[in-house]
Structures are given as structure tokens and as C-alpha cells.
């Protein structure tokens, strides 16, 4: 019983902070439905600490990809000897992923992207020659709920 209360509550709660987004006040209370109408207030320091985590989550929208860095060799692997050496040793994308914002259903991913063209330099430490290398990859640049 008491367990079902309180989920009912943090569901109320969540619906709430999600209608309210970013504008949410850390002292709001709550009114449930059971026989009567009680008014529950957030005092207890973990329920705060759950209303604050929530609300900077549902603040974390996915919408904006963000910048994520690679290491070049890598991103050039099967294509590279093991004398050789890359410069610069690690580039940077746009990307839209799970850990990029709060979906609340689904999960945060690529909605529009463009190719990008790298160019790096490579040079073999045992014959000193220097090449140039391009590498097309893709920059996300505008994240959706899917």
C-alpha cells in the first residue's frame, strides 16, 4: 500500500515537472487522490533530491548534438601501417545519441546530418615520408526522439 502510494506520487510528481519544464520550484507540493484529498509536501531530503534530479533531466532535451572527440587512428583503422603516425592524433564530431538528452519515449537520435571531409596527416616513422589522408565522416547537427 505504501509503495504504491509513493510511486503514485513520484508519477505525479514526474508528470508535473515534465509539463512545467525548466520552471519548476524545488518547494512544490503535491496533491493526491485517495479518500481525500491530502497535501503532501517535499520535505524529506531524498524526495527533493529525486524532484531536482528529475527536473534537470527533463531540461536535458534531446535536441542539440554534442561534441565528441575520436582518435584519429582509429577512426583511419585498416588503413594505416604500424610505423606510421597520425596527425592530429584525435578530431572531434557532432553526435546524437542515448547519452545525448531525455526522450520521454524512445531514445534520442540523428535527425539531420552532413558529410564532413577530415584530412589528417601521416607520416612513416621509418621512411620520414609524409602523406595526406581524407577521411569522410558524419556530423550530426540536429538530435530527435525516435
Request: charged share 20%; aromatic share 10%.
Amino acid at each position: 500500500m505504501f509503495i504504491s502510494i509513493k510511486l503514485s506520487l513520484l508519477l505525479k510528481l514526474y508528470n508535473t515537472i515534465y509539463s512545467a519544464k525548466c520552471c519548476v520550484s524545488p518547494s512544490l507540493s503535491i496533491t493526491t487522490e485517495r479518500r481525500t484529498t491530502e497535501r503532501i509536501s517535499l520535505t524529506k531530503i531524498s524526495d527533493q533530491a529525486i524532484f531536482r534530479m528529475m527536473k534537470d533531466v527533463t531540461c536535458f532535451e534531446c535536441n542539440f548534438p554534442q561534441e565528441r572527440s575520436f582518435k584519429s587512428e582509429e577512426l583511419l583503422n585498416g588503413s594505416l601501417s604500424t610505423s606510421e603516425l597520425v596527425y592530429p592524433a584525435w578530431t572531434s564530431l557532432h553526435v546524437c545519441d542515448n547519452s545525448t538528452g531525455y526522450c520521454p519515449s524512445g531514445i534520442c537520435g540523428v535527425n539531420n546530418s552532413t558529410k564532413v571531409q577530415l584530412h589528417f596527416q601521416v607520416i612513416d616513422n621509418f621512411s620520414k615520408i609524409v602523406k595526406y589522408v581524407k577521411y569522410d565522416a558524419v556530423n550530426h547537427t540536429r538530435c530527435g526522439c525516435s
